[in-house]
């Protein structure tokens, strides 16, 4: 039976495979984000984004998780381009956001709030403007089902403006919907939740409206709802657009624009900061199981095994069974042809008289009654010169002559037995003719030692005793007529 590291899913003896029904297993299924949902490409491009929020939240501030009525900017004035592009299995959101001078009237009524609202950034309140940022980085998700999760973001507001990891999702919620969610950590600050719904609105997917709401996660307060028309322009009107208002708001901030690098922040996502979520780089969450036979398989196998295993032990038996009947076969013929004179062949020995009369002497060792019983057949056998013959042997033989059962072996049984036993007579005879010659031999070769020993004999005499032997005959030459 092969081994399961060499079993592959959805062969005809395995299961199918787990990635053929549920595309988080199949890892051949693309990781492209707009190719598992067709709207995240269509988002593609360059945005101006106008934005209006409701009076007592328009003046929210964006490193905190309440609502700050003294924030010096009014989110309702605020400028916004976005550049969005999907490569991939990843996804960047570059947010320029530029805020006009903040009222003179505030500025006279909050003579020190203004540096410390914004973390002591430079410029004169009332008189300059504030330029920042906002990205997001995201990727495909491991759901390959088009939803894409938050590798981390970038805010230009804190005094720390490099990558930082984040928690987040964004799924397709119909053809021209999209919702994301995002967690943010601000430390002592606590937790927000984002929460941002976006809608084409044109069939040609270049105008959108979007919601955007940020919870307080301590207190579950809404501290921020924001309204945003994003309507697509072109690369060109996108850098004009930007240039336009550093001028306008009299920034002394400083912007990356034109990009030069792959992000706004300080510090740039780093491919390990990618591959903790991106599906291409990162270890799967859903691995396809080790393949498992097929039940009706698995049973086919073990019956086919077991099958074999009992043609193997019967073919066993069967040869065994062969071979013990044949050498049980043989010692019967070997203690027959002990006792029929051999002359001849083999044919010649079984005739009809000496069958006859080898079974009446058989049948005479105990009682002559016609038959021969289980008592007289064992003497026979274990008179001979055969050798030893267990019970559990004997057993086997009486049962093959005893054709009827009946615990007596008569003259037809006998020689039915006999006939089978052809093959085995044949080696009986020819193995008691070779034995007989050369027992004939053996004494020709006695004879002519003592011969030879007697001749120096006579001839150690006849040194001692000339003609002592005249008169006799040739010894040599007698004895081998005797012999």
């Known amino acids: 039976m092969p081994s399961s590291s060499a079993l592959k899913c959805g062969q005809w003896n395995t299961h199918p495979c787990l990635g053929d029904t549920d595309k988080r297993y199949d890892p051949d299924f693309t990781n492209d984000i707009a190719k598992q949902n067709e709207l995240w490409g269509k988002m593609d491009g360059f945005y101006r984004v106008n934005q209006t929020s409701s009076k007592e939240m328009a003046r929210f501030n964006p490193i905190a998780l309440d609502i700050y009525d003294g924030f010096p900017y009014d989110s309702n004035e605020l400028i916004t ?72 973001h970038a805010l230009g507001f804190p005094q720390d403006k490099s990558f930082q990891p984040s928690e987040g999702s964004a799924y397709p919620a119909g053809e021209r919907s999209l919702t994301f969610t995002a967690e943010v950590d601000r430390g002592d600050q606590g937790r927000a939740l984002a929460v941002k719904n976006w809608m084409f609105l044109d069939e040609d997917f270049e105008v959108a409206r979007a919601v955007d709401q940020f919870y307080n996660l301590n207190t579950y307060n809404l501290f921020a709802s924001t309204n945003l028309l994003y309507t697509k322009i072109s690369e060109q ?51 396809e199981p080790k393949a498992r036979i097929k039940a009706d398989v698995l049973a086919g196998l073990v019956v086919a095994a077991s099958i074999v295993l009992i043609a193997m032990i019967v073919a066993f038996f069967i040869i065994r069974s062969k071979q013990r009947e044949k050498h049980l076969k043989y010692m019967f013929a070997t203690r027959i042809a002990e006792n029929i004179e051999i002359e001849g062949s083999a044919q010649m020995i079984l005739t009809a008289d000496a069958l006859k009369a080898e079974f009446e002497r058989i049948d005479a060792s105990i009682e002559k009654d016609g038959s021969i019983s289980r008592e007289e057949l064992w003497t026979f056998m274990t008179s001979g010169k055969i050798g030893t013959m267990s019970e559990s042997d004997f057993d086997v033989l009486f ?14 049984e006998f020689c039915n037995f006999i006939s089978i036993c052809g093959t085995e007579m044949q080696h009986a005879v020819s193995h008691m003719e070779s034995a007989s010659k050369e027992s004939k031999d053996a004494k020709i070769s006695r004879a002519s030692t003592i011969i030879a020993q007697t001749n120096v004999r006579k001839s150690q005499m006849m ?21």
């Open 81 to 152: 381009f976005v550049n969005i592009t999907t490569k991939g299995s990843r996804r960047h959101e570059h947010r320029f956001l530029f805020y006009p001078p903040v009222d003179q009237a505030w500025c006279d009524e909050n003579p020190n709030e203004f540096p410390t609202q914004l973390n002591a950034l430079s410029g004169l309140c009332g008189i300059n403007g504030y330029a920042t940022f906002a990205e997001n980085f995201k990727v495909s998700s491991h759901e390959k089902d088009g939803s894409v999760t938050s590798v981390g």
């Open 463 to 483: 040194k001692v005793h000339p003609g002592m032997f005249e008169d006799e005959e040739d010894l040599s030459l007698a004895t081998e007529d005797k012999a």
């Open 399 to 412: 049962r093959a002559i005893d054709l009827d059962n009946s615990g007596n072996i008569d003259f037809l």
């Open 237 to 287: 009107e996108f850098k004009d657009g930007i240039e336009s208002a550093l001028d306008d708001i009299n920034t002394v901030e400083t912007l990356q624009f034109p990009m030069t690098r792959a992000c706004l922040g300080s510090i740039c996502p780093t491919e390990e900061d990618w591959c903790t979520k991106d599906p291409n780089c990162s270890p799967p969450l859903y691995v």
